[in-house]
Every structure is written in C-alpha cells, then in structure tokens.
C-alpha cells in the first residue's frame, strides 16, 4: 500500500508525464515517502514468498532499509513535484540521450532559453541539483550539461513552497536516484550495463557506456560518454548550419556503496565534465576597430573557443538507530572553471576587446540530515549544510586607448590585467515537523537560518507551511508558504574592475555598486489534483512570489558567460494546467504554463548597463529577460507489436522578451520531436535500435535576438537533426 506523501508527489497538481501510475489507496502504517514505501515492500517480499532469507536476501533487505530511510529524509509534502523513471526517459525521442535539461522542459512552467539554460516558474536558473539527496554544489554556467540522463533511475522536479530543508537555490530541486536505489533499479544483479552508440547530421558522434550492479555488501554504478557535433552552441544566424560550431563534450560518473552492517553504509561518488567549443561566427560583419598595418579579419573565419570543466566528490555515511531515528552525513568537494580563448585579431576589430578570460570557483562542505519519528503522528527532521567557497578570474585583455565617448584613438593595442579572488562561507540549518493531524491532513511546518559571507554577509530565519487535503479518494489540494533566502551564486559574480578599463574601448557604461546581494522573497503557492479516472489525472496549481533584491543575470562581456546582479524589487506569478494519461500500450501528456515575472530598478552591477536602460528601469516594471507569458509541452509514445514503439513530443513558446529594456518578445514557435525504435533479440541481451528526429518539420526559430536586457547575441533554434542510435544492454 502506498502512503499519501506518494499521492503528493504523484498527483501534486502536474503529472507532467506519463510516469504516474494510478493513485492506490491511502495506508495509515506506511513510511513518510513514496521511494520508502517502494523499497520496504521489497524488504517483506522475502518473507511473503516463504521459506528462510538467504544471506543475499538479508543483505538487499538492509540495502533496502537504507534506502527507504534515506528517501524518508526528504520530504516534499506541500510542495509540486514531477518525477520520470526509466521507462518515461525511454519513450522520450532520444531515450537515455536526452539532455537532463531537455528532460525537464517536458514538465509545466519551465521554459528552455539558449545555451541550454532552463527558467522554472519565472526564475533565472536558481536551480539546485542532489543526487540521491546529497546537494551537488553548481558549476559556473556556460553551454553545456555538467550531469547527464544516463546514469539516473529516476529523476524529479520539486518546486513550489519547498519544506524548510531545502534552501538558497529554490526555484526547482532536481533529484536524481541512482540505479539500484529506485523502485524501478536493478542493482540486485551483480553485473549489468548497456553500451551504445549514435550517428547523426551535423557529423553527429556519440559513444557511451554504462556498468552498474551489487555483488554481496558492495553496490557500484559507472558511466560514461563522449559526444561531438557541430551543434555545440545557438547558432547566431538564420542559416541552417552554424559556422565554426564544433563541440567535444566528455562525462564520467562513478559510485561505489558499501553496507558496514545491516544498519550503516558509506557511499562515495564522483564525478567530471569537460566540454570543449568553438563560438560560431556571423559571416558579413563589419569591423568596428581597426588595427595598425593588420587588415580587416573576415568576420565568418574568427576562432574564439570556450572549455568548460567540472568535476565533484562525495562521501556519506548514513545510519539508522532502531525504528525511529534515521541520518545521514555527507562531505562534498567541487570544481569548476570556465576558460574564454578570444580570436585575437578577430575580437579587437569587431569588438574593440579581446579577453582572454578564466574563472574558477572550487567548494567544500559538509550536509547532514536527520528524522525522528516521534509518535504515529510526528516525524521531526533536521539538519545543517555549510560551504567554504573560493573563487577567481584571470582576465588577460586587449583594448584600444579612447576618448570620453568611447572612440578609438589609437590602432595600437594596450594590454590590462584585470584579475579579481573572492572567498567566503555559506551556512544553514533548519527543523521542521511533518504533522499528521488526521487520515485526509498533513501539515508540515518548520523553520530554517541561514548566513552568507562573500561578496555580501547578511543572514535571514526563513519560516515555511505547507498543508495537504485529501478532500475526496480521488481529489488531492494544496497549500503552502515559503519565506527564501538566495545568496549569491559565488561563480557568477563579476569581479571586473571598473576604473581598469577607463578611457579605453572597453570602458563600462556606468560606475556603480558591484556587490550582489542575497535575494529575499515570500513565495505562495496552491494547487489541486484531481484522478478522473484511474489512468487519467488532471492538474492546476498557481503561485505568486513577492521578491526584495530579485537576482537576474545577463551575458554583459564578450565572453560568453553570465554574471549576476540584483533589481531591488521583483513580482512573479503564473499558472501551470498539466493532463496525463497512461495505458498499458500508450501513453500521453500535455502542459501548459502562463508566467509574469516583472522588476524594477537595478541595485547591482549597474555598469553593465547603459544609462537610458537604467533610468527608464528605475520608473518602470520591466519584463524580465527570461518571462515567456506561454509555454506548453505534449507527447504520446505507443507500443507496438514485436518490439517496435513511436513517439513524438512537441514544445511551445510565446516568445521570450527582448527590445529596449525588455519592453516587447520575439515570434512564438513549435517544435517537434518524433522517434520510433525496435528491440531486437541477437542473443546474449536485447539490442534496441532507434531513429530519432528533432524539429521534425525544420521550423527555424529564435531564442534570443541579441537585444534585452543582459542578451549578448542572437540565438537560434536547433534546425531539424536526425539521429540513429544502437543500444545494446548486458
């Protein structure tokens, strides 16, 4: 029997895909959370079967123990979530090749943007990554994914007003279960994997391999792959194939678990990212700057590149005492940097700069949390994250001297070393109370502190409520409140001296205050979810979020990569439909999600903006850069006889905001996404083959037109890509 906390995750207002199984009904005994009840019906499977547990039976049982008690740390009550399993991955067009980001655009009100970023209910990034509940610290943004699909049993969007225990980046918490740790793993077999391979237009290549299994006390996971295309970034014209758009994009990830006893294990996991690009190019431009005795560089041969590197560990132990206490403590370490190569010659005639330009941020940490039931109705939880963080920026530039108005007066380049360091801690610790006041209400309440030392020091007690009513057996609503705090992310922050670059043609529009604070806001949050039938449920929630010191952030530089800063106040609100529809050959979904998300009045990082821009956001509420007022997502796949399956997926967008101060939004637009495979049986394990295409119909859209707040360049929609992939699993 399932516990209720699996109808807040299941019917929570979206059933965004096809992931969602019948709602079963309400058992008064079962664990605080529906992974835990999954794995405690695998505990007493044995004993329902009959006859004595075999050794390796108790030793899953004590895995299974452990990982119904971890699941059981995190709760969502109150609170929006999606989650796809295997199979929902598997019927998306590219299966286990879908970007991890392409797999969230797929649930309602996330909106995807250029450079594969995501904005989830009106927020810019703000996301937090956890893997198997342990907090990922976040990479410095660029192109690329730093996690990928392959390796996750199960993945899940939590938003809304989150419980106490998640905190600085709330716009969504992307969990991702491991193999072996979900309901749907298979780490009882001691050796299993799959490796594939994929070609593609735009010299598509693509090889991975993944091994996973338990052997005994010892559970393990490995994966990896490496990808080349020529679709490495947007293209930045209307043109089919982008110039100068090559990418090689390499992944690994690796853990390892060992059970101590049937009551304790330690876990550590790892994992690395390095995606090399080359910045594509805008053929017919004309130079801006000239440069003594050089002649002007064809604007469509330039060879600027970016390479970004990422790689984290972790090591937990977690525990349980008796029936009623569970914890879990992890220590974290992680790396990242971004490096800009610019085309020397290229960037000073179109640009007037050329950057060479690094920046590095590496963390460590240590996350603890831990559950007490106290009695049928109460289950207490607690815990404390804290983070030593340093960071730095190598820039290495070439300028042009030039007058107050900006123009060059010299052909001869000046070097400026502008390098800048920040360091600083970031801590929180939080408690709260899952109360179940009777069969049909749960109230979960709590509190959390949390203190940021870096750029900023400012601290805040953040309360949060949230309430769950099983009105009827078939209708679930929702409510919630949440007080957040948002330090700034350390690795975006812009360290450029502003009085380096005077007199040159890199000279900053303004100078003015660079130190980003922390956001603060009160976010409420409402829903209802309602099973029509057993296989058909429907979903309505809506939110408003009231923000102090709202943080966005803009691509100002010529290196492509984002830095932050604050409006001094913002108001984001919206509505997400969801239907979902599941049989036992097809299923289907659809989503639809209207966001307003405006601000007023830049508090930080005003250099980066001319001073018209400013003046007309200081009197007016502006669009944020990344409000889409529609967005939408649809699918269907359908099985077939002797193995073969089709599927398709659309995607909708009214447009994301541009012109002067964001004040109008580009075209809208549609895509689809079709596949159909067949499972072959050769022996020695099924081989699936697949045909995939993106933009079916080769719509040719923008993203971004290199106007609006904080956009650096135009950005194109992927033009239609076909691929063929070959997976065979052992």
């Keep these: 029997m399932t516990h209720p906390a699996l109808r807040v995750l299941a019917l929570s207002l979206s059933l965004a895909y096809p992931l969602l199984h019948a709602l079963p009904a309400r058992a008064d005994d079962a664990p605080p959370s529906s992974a835990a009840t999954a794995a405690t019906s695998a505990v007493e499977a044995p004993a329902a079967a009959g ?32 989650k796809f399993d295997r199979n929902d991955i598997a019927r998306l067009p590219q299966g286990d090749d879908t970007p991890l980001n392409q797999v969230l655009v797929q649930t309602p009100g996330v909106v995807q943007d250029s ?59 992307v969990d991702i279960t491991t193999r072996g740790v979900g309901e749907d793993g298979d780490g009882d077999k001691p050796f299993a994997g799959s490796a594939g391979i994929t070609l593609g237009t735009q010299r598509s290549r693509g090889l991975d391999l993944s091994v996973h299994g338990t052997q005994g006390r010892l559970s393990y996971e490995f994966s990896g792959s490496f990808l080349g295309n020529d679709l490495g970034i947007e293209n930045p014209t209307a043109s089919r194939d982008a ?51 050089t002649p002007d560089k064809d604007s469509g041969t330039l060879d600027a590149h970016q390479r970004e590197r990422n790689r984290f560990a972790v090591v937990s132990y977690q525990s349980v005492i008796g029936r009623d206490v569970d914890y879990q403590v992890s220590l974290f370490h992680r790396y990242t940097d971004v490096h800009y190569s610019p085309d020397t010659t290229g960037d000073l005639q179109y640009l007037g700069v050329a950057a060479d330009i690094l920046r590095r941020n590496e963390a460590n940490g240590v996350q603890a949390d831990a559950s007490y039931r106290l009695d049928s109705a109460h289950t207490i939880r607690t815990g404390l994250f804290a983070q030593r963080e340093h960071a730095s920026t190598v820039d290495n530039a070439l300028v042009f001297p030039a007058d107050d ?34 069969r049909t209400l749960t109230l979960n309440y709590g509190a959390r502190y949390d203190e940021v030392d870096t750029v900023t020091k400012e601290h805040q007690l953040s309360p949060r409520i949230g309430l769950v009513w099983d009105a009827a057996p078939t209708l679930r609503l929702h409510a919630g409140y949440a007080r957040y705090f948002t330090p700034p992310p350390t690795e975006k922050i812009d360290t450029t001296s ?63 990569i984002y830095s932050a800063f604050n409006y001094a106040k913002g108001r984001i609100y919206g509505v997400d439909l969801s239907a979902s529809c599941k049989e036992k050959t097809w299923s289907a979904y659809a989503n639809l999600g209207t966001t307003h998300a405006r601000a007023q ?28 007022k529609l967005s939408a997502s649809a699918g269907v796949n359908v099985r077939l006889d002797d193995g073969y399956a089709v599927g398709a997926s659309a995607l909708f967008g009214s447009g994301l905001r541009n012109g002067f101060a964001n004040t109008t939004h580009l075209p809208s637009y549609t895509s689809v996404n079709a596949d159909i495979s067949k499972t072959l049986d050769l022996g020695g394990g099924p081989v699936e083959a697949r045909l995939s295409v993106l933009n079916l119909f080769d719509k040719g859209y923008q993203l971004r037109d290199g106007s609006g707040i904080g956009v650096g360049a135009p950005q194109y929609g992927q033009r239609r890509t076909v691929y063929v992939s070959l997976t065979k699993a052992f």
């Design 51 to 82: 006859g004595t547990p075999l050794p390796t039976v108790q030793v899953q049982g004590a895995r299974s123990r452990l990982d119904a008690a971890r699941n059981g740390l995190s709760p969502d009550t109150g609170s929006t979530i999606y």
């Design 115 to 173: 450079y594969g970023g995501l904005h989830v209910r009106g927020d810019h990034a703000n996301l937090q990554y956890r893997i198997n509940g342990v907090v990922i610290p976040e990479a410095i943004s660029g192109f690329g994914q730093t996690l990928e699909t392959r390796f996750a049993d199960s993945i899940s969007l939590l938003t809304g007003a989150l419980p106490a225990q998640y905190g600085y980046r709330t716009a969504g918490i």
């Design 243 to 293: 110039l100068h758009d090559r990418t090689h994009q390499g992944k690994g990830f690796g853990l390892v678990s060992y059970l101590l006893d049937d009551d304790s294990r330690i876990t550590a996991m790892a994992g690395v990212t390095d995606n090399r690009f080359q910045i594509p190019n805008s053929p017919g431009q004309s130079t801006a700057f000239m440069i003594a005795g």
């Design 405 to 438: 108005d900006g123009n060059q007066t010299s052909g001869t380049p000046i070097s400026i070393s502008d390098n800048g360091r920040l360091g600083g801690h970031l801590w929180g610790a939080y408690l709260q109370d899952e109360w179940k006041l009777d």
């Design 498 to 560: 502003v009085a380096a670059f005077a007199g040159t043609t890199n000279a900053l529009p303004t100078d003015a205050d660079t130190a980003v604070r922390s956001e603060r806001s009160n976010y409420y949050d409402a829903g209802a979810a309602w099973q029509v039938t057993p296989k058909l449920t429907l979903g309505i929630d809506g939110y408003y979020r009231a923000v102090r010191h709202l943080q966005d952030e803009g691509q100002f530089g010529n290196a492509l």
């Design 601 to 628: 009045q830049v508090e930080t990082g005003q250099f980066n903006f001319e001073q018209e821009e400013l003046d007309f956001i200081a009197n007016h509420w502006v669009h944020l850069d990344h409000e889409q």
